[in-house]
């Protein structure tokens, strides 16, 4: 089962009217700067009847236009900061095919087949990949990957929205917010939280983390992909909010990522008194004030870290779980956002030479775990003019201690999360994941 590509080219936007000038630039803002230095893939698979490889090809060219960014590239200004540069020097669009009906490789699972699904994520320039693979049964799979220094999952699902528009003749709305100058600093700055350790790390401080677990000195990891059902998923946020009174109800969020640290923690049978993490993304755009609009292209996410002892976790019932990681990412609001920006735009990064903690390549994350919500993200949107996706998933990262949230394919609000642990590990959670106790 070979996937056959069979065309490989740089295209670049398609303007109506007089292009704009390939000579400016837009500079990084704090917030790009601190997320992953790394490219994402994305997989989405199609039914047929599906567009032409010439039509999609047009489409991505017209949104490109419009989202120049993508079309740009990463450099440094003359004081070396970085930037993107607005030079209109192309996406990579790869065709491919493979001789086999989709139905034959599906349930697609998180594999290393995906990743013959889209174009090389190492030693590229191009901030946007494109992969078209058709097989026999005239079924499409659309292998995207970004670069999460121009945008983080918000914009890059709006971008991928725009190019389903392109490719259907319709206008492309709404039009994406492109001001990354807004994110200035207060005079005077005003820091009221800790920065260094959460966003910042000191670089010339190893990074070491105290593992008792010994099943992760040359573990393999495993990446699976664990359905929760609407019934389950109601079940859970009923019991993680069952002490919870006449307060509102916890979101079913909080619930399940709650659910999930704990079951996980049990699966990796980690020290009763040992510290355990969880960094969950935190969007920006609808916590600052004023709100940002949903149209910004960019990065504007920050983490929250709610912590707990193992002893505590594994012992308390799982409302106070979902209290914890309630509460904690609650306190990611306009005042830490404020206050992160005006850190990250003083000196003292420079001066005590700080560099992220995010890190694409971290192989181990135990005994912490790091969790992504694309649970509000319209990725299922992605109409090219044969409808919508019914398959859309990330490809395989197989780096321990992630979890991914997507809505499920089924459409009825169910939750598929896609997890990398230890072998070892993953088996004792199959177990358990379903547990109520």
């Not at 630039?25 to 230095?37: A, E, G, H, M, R």
């Not at 059902?229 to 399940?256: E, I, Q, V, W």
């Not at 001066?351 to 969790?371: F, G, H, K, S």
Request: proline share 7%; aromatic share 10%; hydrophobic share 40%.
């Amino acid at each position: 089962m070979k996937v056959r590509k069979e065309s490989s080219r740089i295209i670049k936007p398609l303007y109506e009217g007089i292009p704009p000038p390939t000579t400016n630039s837009i500079p990084l803002c704090v917030f790009d700067k601190v997320t992953y230095d790394a490219h994402i893939a994305i997989i989405y698979a199609y039914h047929p009847p599906n567009p032409p490889n010439a039509t999609l090809e047009t489409g991505l060219r017209k949104a490109l236009s419009i989202y120049r960014e993508w079309a740009g590239r990463l450099s440094k200004d003359d004081e070396g900061e970085p930037i993107i540069l607005l030079n209109d020097a192309g996406v990579r669009f790869v065709e491919a095919s493979v001789d086999i009906k989709l139905n034959q490789v599906m349930p697609l699972k998180p594999s290393a087949f995906c990743l013959s699904l889209h174009p090389s994520l190492q030693g590229i320039d191009e901030l946007v990949q494109v992969q078209i693979t058709r097989f026999t049964c005239g079924s499409m799979v659309v292998g995207f990957t970004a670069h999460h220094l121009v945008a983080d999952g918000h914009a890059t699902s709006n971008f991928l929205v725009a190019w389903g528009q392109a490719c259907r003749g319709l206008k492309i709305h709404p039009l994406p917010l492109h001001d990354r100058g807004m994110f200035r600093p207060r005079n005077p700055p005003c820091i009221e939280f800790e920065h260094r350790g959460v966003e910042f790390k000191s670089q010339n401080l190893e990074n070491i983390q105290n593992l008792h677990d010994e099943n992760v000195k040359g573990g393999i990891v495993v990446v699976d992909q664990v359905h929760f059902s609407l019934g389950f998923l109601g079940k859970l946020k009923a019991k993680a909010s069952a002490m919870n009174g006449n307060n509102k109800p916890y979101s079913t969020f909080d619930s399940l990522v709650a659910h999930l640290w704990k079951q996980v923690t049990k699966a990796r049978g980690l020290n009763a008194y040992q510290t355990t993490n969880v960094k969950i993304s935190v969007n920006g755009r609808m916590r600052m004030t004023p709100r940002i609009p949903n149209e910004y292209f960019g990065n504007l996410v920050l983490w929250a870290f709610p912590s707990s002892k193992v002893k505590d976790l594994l012992h308390e019932p799982l409302p106070c779980g979902a209290k914890l990681i309630h509460d904690t990412v609650a306190k990611v609001n306009d005042n830490y956002f404020r206050s992160f920006i005006d850190f990250a735009s003083s000196q003292k990064v420079k001066e005590e030479n700080l560099v992220p903690t995010a890190d694409m390549y971290q192989a181990v994350e135990c005994p912490n775990l790091e969790v992504s919500s694309w649970l509000r993200f319209p990725f299922y949107d992605l109409d090219f003019g044969g409808g919508s996706p019914y398959v859309f998933m990330p490809s395989y990262y197989p780096s321990e201690g992630t979890i991914l949230l997507l809505p499920s394919f089924i459409g009825d609000g169910s939750i598929d999360a896609f997890i990398s642990l230890f072998e070892d590990h993953m088996a004792m959670f199959k177990q358990i994941c379903y547990d109520l106790d």
